[in-house]
């Protein structure tokens, strides 16, 4: 069965770190880009970050960019998310995705298999 995990979420003061794990199962991993997305409450989901299959090729968006860091160890089947100074309006409940090809690593819908979401809560 296709499996991606994501984990290490908590609740964590502002300005504080906190790193996200993403562990697959059930697929061959570097065939596939993985992102980074989030859904706060009462917000549609947004995209937060996404890396290539193998080249390590990044992309962020603006509000997670200087901050937040995506990387993956293909040996290990498992995409990171070090996230620093977070803020409150980081809340949300981040999910971790897989995609095919590298140009559709900004389009959602474009994304075969998700994972169950872990939280972050950044108090203030």
């Known amino acids: 069965d296709v499996q991606l995990q994501a984990s290490g979420g908590g609740l964590v003061q502002a300005g504080g770190s906190l790193r996200l794990s993403c562990g697959a199962s059930?697929?061959?991993?570097?065939?596939?880009?993985i992102g980074w997305v989030r859904q706060a409450p009462g917000k549609e989901r947004e995209g937060v970050a996404c890396?290539?299959?193998?080249?390590?090729?990044?992309s962020y968006r603006d509000f997670a960019e200087g901050r937040f860091t995506i990387s993956r160890d293909n040996v290990k089947n498992t995409v990171y998310l070090q996230m620093n100074s977070l803020k409150p309006e980081d809340t949300a409940v981040y999910y971790c995705?897989?995609?095919?090809?590298?140009?559709?690593?900004?389009?959602?819908?474009?994304?075969?298999?998700w994972g169950q979401g872990t939280l972050v809560t950044v108090s203030s």
């Open positions: 890396i290539s299959k193998t080249d390590g090729s990044t």
């Open positions: 995705g897989a995609v095919g090809a590298w140009r559709y690593s900004k389009v959602q819908e474009k994304y075969l298999y």
């Open positions: 059930g697929f061959t991993f570097d065939n596939y880009a």
